[in-house]
């Protein structure tokens, strides 16, 4: 009988070593296969982490641009409101200048002069925070000009500007008013 368990031994040993070599063989495939797909799984979630850091970062740069143009932008209701001061002075140098050839004193003068340096000063504290007048000489140009009326005029080209009514201002890159015209048939 010990031959015959001997034969037996040897015999289920085989048996016992062939499943275990290809338990070995299959795990292995199966972590290989779980390791590659591990690997799939961290580079999408990579990419996904990149593509939402590259968003945040849009993102961020673009509330920097915004609130820099918000900024910059914000004395402009404040400049709409300063221009009829602006028109009021350049309405009274007006006024004085037609006096002032008329009968000439003193106390007129030195109103003027008061005037044109309160005048000069305000344009210049305008001009400091990018409020500028818009130009009127030349061609009609829509962006910038609102034509009120259409004139005859043998001095200017059709389409030209032949009065200007009130003037127009920007602030910075913007059209804070236009200037109206009117222009040459």
């Known amino acids: 009988m010990s031959k015959e368990n001997e034969s037996s031994k040897v015999e289920t040993e085989p048996e016992v070593e062939t499943p275990e070599t290809e338990e070995v063989t299959e795990s292995e495939e199966n972590s290989t296969d779980e390791l590659t797909q591990l690997k799939e799984l961290v580079k999408e979630w990579e990419d996904k982490y990149l593509r939402t850091h590259a968003d945040f ?3 961020k740069k673009r509330l920097a641009k ?3 143009t918000a900024v910059s932008y914000a004395n402009e209701s404040f400049a709409k409101d300063m221009l009829s ?3 009021s002075f350049e309405s009274a140098l007006a006024t004085i200048e037609g006096t002032a050839s008329e009968e000439s ?3 007129l003068d030195k109103i003027k002069e008061g005037l044109n340096l309160t005048y000069t000063q305000l344009t210049k504290v305008l001009e400091k925070n990018g409020i500028k007048a818009v ?3 030349g061609a009609f140009n ?3 000009h609102q034509a009120i009326m259409q004139v005859d005029s043998d001095e200017k080209n ?3 500007i032949v009065q200007v009514l009130q003037k127009g201002y920007t602030i910075k890159d913007r059209l804070l008013r236009p200037a109206m015209v009117s222009t040459a048939k």
Do not use: F, I, L
Request: charged residues 45%; aromatic residues 0%.
């Open 57 to 59: 970062e849009n993102s």
């Open 66 to 68: 915004d609130k820099a």
């Open 85 to 87: 001061v602006v028109d």
């Open 105 to 107: 004193s003193e106390v």
């Open 135 to 137: 130009e009127c000489e």
């Open 142 to 144: 829509p962006d910038v």
């Open 158 to 160: 059709s389409g030209e």
